[in-house]
């Protein structure tokens, strides 16, 4: 799988999530979505792709990265709150800090 990489014009935002279950949850999300728009992942890497941008995932043994690009700023703290919440959700047995930066 390739992720793609946003364009100039996109902003972007990561998220860096501890959690020892990152593959389980990336795939879980992407499993979630792919029922109603364009998904591709395997167990270390995913893409969700939004009307309004995209969410790139990445798992490693302790760590669950969101990438958000959005074309505004309206737009990407939308899908910044979409993956979050729907995370949480997922995560429901652990307490997720979910912090975005800006890139």
């Given at each position: 799988m390739t992720p793609t990489t946003p364009t100039a014009y996109?902003?972007?935002?990561t998220a860096d999530i501890a959690t020892e279950k990152a593959s389980r949850y990336l795939q879980?999300?992407?499993k979630h979505f792919a029922h109603k728009i364009p998904v591709s992942f395997d167990a270390a890497a995913?893409?969700?792709?939004?009307?309004g941008g995209d969410c790139r995932l990445e798992a490693d043994d302790n760590r669950l990265r969101l990438s958000v690009t959005a074309s505004d700023a309206e737009t990407l703290a939308k899908l910044?709150?979409?993956a979050a919440?729907?995370?949480v959700?997922?995560?429901f047995r652990e307490e997720m800090q979910i912090t975005w930066q800006r890139v």
């Open positions: 996109m902003l972007e935002s879980q999300l992407c995913g893409q969700i792709s939004f009307s910044q709150n979409v919440s729907h995370l959700r997922f995560a």
